[in-house]
């Protein structure tokens, strides 16, 4: 049996950051969660504890924001081609593999895009991980600062509409996040096999898909003696 081919998809810096980012989510909805609805929600023992813990993550969250932006700005330097849609992109490839998500994958088909280092990402994850990270990431960071930090940022506070406003735009935000957490956990599972997506994530490298596919297309056309 021939030796597959693999390819080194994920970075360790980014799979250092995928991970503590991925804790820090889980850690902000659980405790989020208990300080929103403390009367239905007692992952914690006490309801301080669970500030203390959520404004931790929140920074670890940060940090990692932080840790992810300057690897691909000035490290790899390739933010703006893996992360930001082209033009066919937007106009053919986001409709493709949101045809394939809702109803080609579940007939069997091949998946339209296969990752390469310098184009990790399919295109309608191009376009979520946009939104994400430069939108929901940077607002939920941002309510959460002014939230922490009330008494000083009083006035900053009371120009965006006061504190209720903040808290609910925090809250909606926070939700949006949570959703796409499990969304996301939920489209790793659409590979050649339920893991496939996440191995990269542990050992940085995944399967050629192209070649494999090339593969059995060749088994599927050749002749077989009776």
């Not at 296969?114 to 946009?130: G, M, R, V």
């Amino acid at each position: 049996m021939a030796e597959k081919k693999m390819i080194y998809l994920q970075p360790t810096p980014v799979r250092i950051w995928h991970w503590l980012n991925a804790l820090g989510i889980v850690t902000l909805c659980a405790t989020g969660a208990q300080i929103r609805f403390p009367e239905y929600v007692t992952l914690f023992s006490e309801y301080k504890s669970a500030i203390i813990l959520h404004n931790t993550a929140g920074f670890v969250v940060a940090i990692s924001f932080s840790i992810w932006f300057f690897y691909y700005a000035f490290v790899a330097r390739s933010m703006g081609k893996i992360y930001v849609p082209k033009a066919d992109d937007i106009k053919v490839g986001i409709f493709r593999q949101a045809k394939f998500y809702f109803l080609t994958y579940f007939l069997g088909w091949d998946n339209p895009h296969h990752p390469t280092p310098e184009d990790k990402f399919n295109p309608l994850q191009k376009s979520a991980y946009l939104a994400i990270m430069f939108v929901l990431v940077p607002l939920v960071s941002l309510t959460g600062i002014l939230l922490t930090n009330v008494d000083p940022l009083r006035g900053l506070i009371i120009m965006m509409g006061g504190l209720k406003i903040l808290m609910g735009l925090h809250f909606l935000l926070a939700c949006s996040l949570c959703a796409f957490l499990f969304t996301h956990i939920y489209l790793a599972t659409l590979g050649h096999t339920p893991f496939a997506h996440f191995k990269p994530m542990w050992t940085g490298w995944e399967e050629d898909l192209e070649e494999h596919l090339e593969e059995h297309l060749e088994e599927h056309h050749s002749p077989v003696a009776h």
